[in-house]
């Protein structure tokens, strides 16, 4: 889920659950609003924390490989 989704995920929430004065049998409207809202603001925070979390592991990573002078390189895959 990206930004976006997770923008349009809010907003829709805070509609259904502020701004519709309907109600439809069985479902209650403003629970669903609140649902989509928790919902929205829990991707909005792992869109937002995936690159730290992502560079990090990455960053975590070393080889180090030594070679004598008079060896071709080799690549290793």
Do not use: C, N, Q
């Amino acid at each position: 889920m990206g930004i976006g989704t997770s923008l349009f995920l809010i907003a829709t929430g805070a509609i259904l659950k502020f701004a519709v004065t309907a109600s439809v049998s069985g479902i209650e409207l403003e629970t669903v609003g609140a649902i989509l809202m928790v919902i929205g603001i829990l991707g909005l925070v792992i869109a937002l924390l995936y690159p730290v979390i992502a560079t990090r592991r990455r960053a975590d990573v070393v080889e180090h490989v030594e070679r004598r002078p008079d060896e071709a390189p080799t690549r290793r895959y």
